[in-house]
Each structure stands twice: as C-alpha cells, then as structure tokens.
Nanobody, 124 residues
Framework: QVQLVESGGGLVQAGGSLRLSCAVS????????MGWFRQAPGKEREFVGA????????HYADSVKGRFDISRDNAKNTVYLQMNSLKPEDTAVYFC?????????????????WGQGTQVTVSS
C-alpha cells in the first residue's frame, strides 16, 4: 500500500514563499507520477502541477507557472512543491497524489493515492 503525508503548509504574506513536502511510503516511488492539487473553500479541486516518473519533467497549471516548482528526491521518497510569489488566491488545501503512469496527469480522478492535505493561507 502507498501512503502519502504532506507537510509544510502554513500562513504566509502575499509575495512570500512556502515549500510543501510529500513523503511517500512504498518501494517503487520512482515509478510514480506525482501530482499536486489544491482545493479552496467552495471551489472544486484543481490541478497545480505534476512531475512525471519517466522523465522527471514537470507540468504546471497556467495559474502557477513561473511561480511554483516541483522536484522529487527518489532517495528520500519525497516530492516537493516550492511556491514563490504567493498570492491570496493561492489559499487552499494542497494535496499530493501518486499514480503509476496516469493517462492524464491533470485529472485528479486518475490518481489512486492521496495525502491528507495541508493548509496554505496567503494573507494580503
């Protein structure tokens, strides 16, 4: 079984930075595509970004492109979401997710494994 645990959320002022971590249990971490999603109050869950298992290429939603960066450390079974130039509209619960080769990594439904989420609040 694969388990994901996020950490690193908190309260930050607009323009600040946070780094989220997602620790993954399991022996085949390097085989998983890792996605980050977020859900703001009253809104649907949305794709933030993903890092592919096969190439470690990253893909981002337009709303975060150029501000967020995803990286992975396969030796530590951990994926990171570095968030810079944060805006109040980035306020949400952030989730990491894992899947072996999803067809569409932007779709949450493609991922079988999810963390519990971590709150990020950006004050104006």
């Amino acid at each position: 079984q694969v388990q994901l645990v996020e950490s690193g959320g908190g309260l930050v002022q607009a323009g600040g930075s946070l780094r989220l971590s997602c620790a993954v249990s399991g022996r085949t971490f390097s085989s998983y595509t890792m996605g980050w999603f977020r859900q703001a109050p009253g809104k649907e869950r949305e794709f933030v970004g993903a890092i592919l298992w096969s190439s470690s290429r990253q893909h981002y939603a337009d709303s975060v492109k150029g501000r967020f960066d995803i990286s992975r450390d396969n030796a530590k079974n951990t994926v990171y979401l570095q968030m810079n130039s944060l805006k109040p509209e980035d306020t949400a619960v952030y989730f990491c997710a894992a899947e072996l080769g999803p067809l569409d990594y932007t779709r949450g439904a493609e991922y079988d494994y999810w963390g519990q989420g971590t709150q990020v609040t950006v004050s104006s």
